[in-house]
């Protein structure tokens, strides 16, 4: 290993751990200084005739670590190249105490060496996993509650960039997200010989390992849209090597995967993305999260296995909320309305729907819409949100709860919310989502609990809370109190109480946007209200579904991304809940007409 500074730790054979050479965001060395949870670096050199003269030390596996934890978990980290004669590893030890670590290696040098490190504790939670099927908990197995503010990584000088973060960090921000790809900065990814350009990396670590130190999730989108659209990732040659450099650069951080931004909008994303996800199967050790970023969800992606949560993009909360009753994945909602209004009613739709925000670099340039974050932060940090469900028994607005403990409802449009509950003491109060200003109500006994909003001029959150349950379930934790409700989705037309009525007929023009729409069979208390998004796919097709609209009428045109030669026809897939969150799926097939 290469002597950067200080060297610190003893010689074992020919093999020297030091210190990695500093950088603005510097990282510790794995042998002096490992933190639980924190990165940390081991740097390896080779001489001159040590490898093969048509070895590459980006593209070949020159040497991997096996890490063994004191509970004996093993973790298998791959080198990257760094320049020249050096490869680095970069690792977060998942627990302190006393580690070791085996090197296997094409440099013989290095090669079956085993050494050990002490690692200390700290108060890091850990990494971000999947919990109680819909939300989040942290290593500690404590809950992790998702928020993530998107910024252009490389886009901003590296002192606004920790500024910036800072400030996140202040709103209560849990998670940092952006692009590791993009063509937008003045250095690109790749140099002319289609290796990492150093510069590109070294100016991307110094922004990831800044939002790391500060405790912060990333949530790493491979590629934008200006990177996916190059092809560079379409070509095996190229993205093969660059999935295994970019894994062995970042995974070891506490990072998600978000896949390709606006998916929907790449050609043949969805074979890249398992392609993608294969990669990501094979080289990340910590099996961190996998999805990927969507114009309008990454939903019809779901059955292919490589990913295990959803991301949508939708201003309609239809789309999150029959998501929700159809799959059994946690749901990240992005937000990118910017105007506070529109902000506001993304944020709270959402989080009666049981997802999780995460909002656009322009919409935090608004101060109107970092408050209405604060006071989100606020209300939901003192709810049991990894529990909570959305909750249908409300009118006036829409609603999340856990049964018999507490019931949060947002009204969008000012007027009377009536909730109906089981019969309990509340504490009931009115926040104005705006503010963050309290209103507490009387307590209240009963079973039908029924205010107007406190005025007409804006939108109300309203909290129906047990606080004495709530903290003496508290003193004996629990995670999972209920049981998360996973729904059988009825498809029997016999049993579904609306049809198709539109698009008429049998055929569908490519040409032509064609009407949607349905038609009530039934009417009673639970068809009152109903929600319905409508999915197309082309058969026959390998490219899966897309979203053709939300609402029970509109309008839609044939996604042209889908027809390949031989397309026949459009299979149009309808699922609607109703009023107490039952779950329907309707499909008709229409020919193709040209």
Known sequence: MRSSGRCAATILFTLIVCTPRATSASIASCSQGARAFSPCELSFDWHEGELSPTASPYRDELLNIEFRSPRATTYLMRAFWDGGHTLRVRFSPTEPGAWT?????????????????????????????IANVRHWKSTNKQPHLWLSAAAPFLEIDQASFETWLDHRKHDGFTHVRGPLFTLHYREKPLSEKSQPNLAYFAALDDRLIAADNRGLTLDLLIADESFSQSGILANPDQRNPLMRYLIARYGGLNVTWQGLAHFEDVTDARMLLKELGASLEKYDAFRHPRSTDARASSFPLLSDGWMNYLIEASPHPELGAVEHQFTAAPEIHIINATEPDAFRHELWNLTTNAEYPSVSYEALKNEANVRAIQTWVKVISDTRHWELEPYFDVDGARAAGLEEVEYLAYAQTPGIVEITLPKHKYNPLWVDPITGEEIPLKDYKGEVFSRQTPDASHDWVLQVPREG??????????????????????????????????????????????????????????????????????????????????????????????????????????????????????????????
Do not use: C
């Open 101 to 129: 670590y085996h090197v296997s290696s094409l440099i013989k040098r290095y090669d079956n060496q085993e050494f050990s490190f002490t690692v200390a504790d700290s108060t890091s939670p850990g990494f971000v996993d």
């Open 469 to 594: 349950k709530k903290e003496h379930m508290l003193h004996s934790y629990y995670f999972e109190s209920q049981d998360p409700p996973v729904q059988e989705i009825e498809s029997d037309p016999a049993k579904i109480p609306f049809q198709i009525l539109d698009p008429p007929g049998d055929t569908i023009s490519v040409r032509i946007p064609a009407p949607f729409s349905i038609k009530m069979t039934k009417a009673n208390r639970a068809t009152r209200l109903m929600q319905f998004v409508w999915w197309g796919e082309i058969v026959p097709g390998d490219r899966g579904v897309r979203l053709l609209g939300a609402g029970p009428s509109g309008t839609f045109s044939v996604p042209q991304e889908l027809i390949q030669p031989g397309s026949e026809s459009l299979n149009i897939r309808l699922f609607a809940i109703n009023a107490n969150g039952k779950a329907y799926e309707l499909d008709k097939v229409y020919r193709l007409s040209y």
